[in-house]
């Protein structure tokens, strides 16, 4: 079991910046970690996703350019920049881990196995 924990999200208006911090618990290596985000009333959407054996990384359309993905392996530990936010990037965020890297790039929520608890980020405008 894989376990882990999100920190990082907050309150920032319109045109600011965040960095979220997942830290793996009990962590396996060579597997697709990521992030995730769900808002109120909408489905569940990758947003970015890194595999960590070669660092490939993956963005949803709507994120490229101005989110970042990356890993610190001796921390286990994989965070996501988070530049010129909108008020559209307002969701609950998700650290994902465990899927293989085939599916790593499609960012598919059901082909990761391990959740992290959640993390609120907010864009005010």
């Known amino acids: 079991q894989v376990q882990l924990v999100e920190s990082g999200g907050g309150s920032v208006q319109a045109g600011g910046a965040l960095r979220l911090s997942c830290a793996a618990k009990?962590?396996?290596?060579?597997?697709?970690m990521g992030w995730f985000r769900q808002a109120p009333g909408k489905e569940r959407e990758g947003v970015a996703t890194i595999y960590t054996h070669g660092g490939a990384t993956y963005y949803a359309d709507s994120v490229k350019g101005r989110f970042t993905i990356s890993q610190k392996d001796a921390e286990n530990t994989v965070y996501l920049q988070m530049n010129s936010l909108i008020p559209e990037d307002t969701a609950m965020y998700y650290c994902?881990?465990?899927?293989?890297?085939?599916?790593?790039?499609?960012?598919?929520?059901?082909?990761?196995?391990?959740w992290g608890q959640g993390t609120q980020v907010t864009v005010s405008s």
């Open positions: 009990r962590y396996y290596t060579d597997n697709c």
């Open positions: 994902t881990a465990g899927g293989d890297w085939y599916s790593c790039g499609l960012l598919r929520p059901a082909d990761s196995p391990y």
